[in-house]
């Protein structure tokens, strides 16, 4: 087996397809701590990342036989994950997430009561102005900050050519910046 970190998920994707039940187990052993980060950035809830991240790899199990190698397992696993957990965000009632105690991102524990207030006020502000932005905008946004993905990933996942991630990517971040403009301050 090649020693490409590539390499080595293609051929354990091929090996899950044959029924070879024990390339699952080194999957999630490579792949679970990236899945877990995006889905609890995505869900900001612990219990739920978990769940997801379970889920995925189930669908993995499921659908190891449907892998087409046009892009990396990394970025295929990353995909699944953030449509799973968009999913998951739907089925929601609409302000569920922003009103479920512990919704928000993790604060520095070594930052000052008054920073952490702040950074907490941030990441209420920062939730709410994503759950503003349009839907494609928010999506593109998410699959390249937290899952990663490419934008000609990010293209074929939302039918759409690189240059219009670009753009899309674009206009989130100058609303997002010319909205957090007091806290950039």
């Not at 490409?4 to 051929?11: E, H, R, S």
């Not at 190891?64 to 990353?78: G, N, Q």
């Not at 302000?95 to 928000?104: C, F, M, Q, V, W």
């Not at 702040?118 to 759950?131: G, K, P, S, T």
């Amino acid at each position: 087996m090649s020693s490409d970190p590539t390499d080595l998920d293609y051929a354990l994707l091929r090996r899950l397809a044959r029924g070879e039940d024990d390339a699952l187990t080194e999957l999630v052993r490579r792949h679970q701590h990236r899945v877990y980060q995006i889905a609890y950035r995505l869900l900001r809830d612990p219990l739920e990342a978990e769940d997801a991240a379970q889920e995925v790899f189930l669908k993995v199990y499921e659908n190891a036989h449907r892998f087409e190698p046009k892009a990396s397992v990394a970025a295929w696993l990353h995909r699944i994950t953030a449509n799973h957990c968009l999913n998951m965000l739907r089925r929601r009632r609409p302000l569920e997430s922003l009103d479920r105690e512990g919704a928000s991102m993790p604060v520095d524990p070594g930052a000052t009561p008054l920073e952490s207030l702040e950074e907490q006020d941030l990441n209420r502000r920062l939730e709410e102005l994503l759950n503003t932005l349009p839907e494609n905008q928010r999506r593109a946004l998410v699959l390249k900050r937290f899952a990663g993905l490419s934008y000609q990933e990010i293209g074929a996942e939302l039918g759409l050519s690189p240059q219009a991630v670009d753009g899309l990517l674009k206009r989130a971040r100058q609303f997002l910046k010319k909205a957090l403009q007091d806290y950039l301050d």
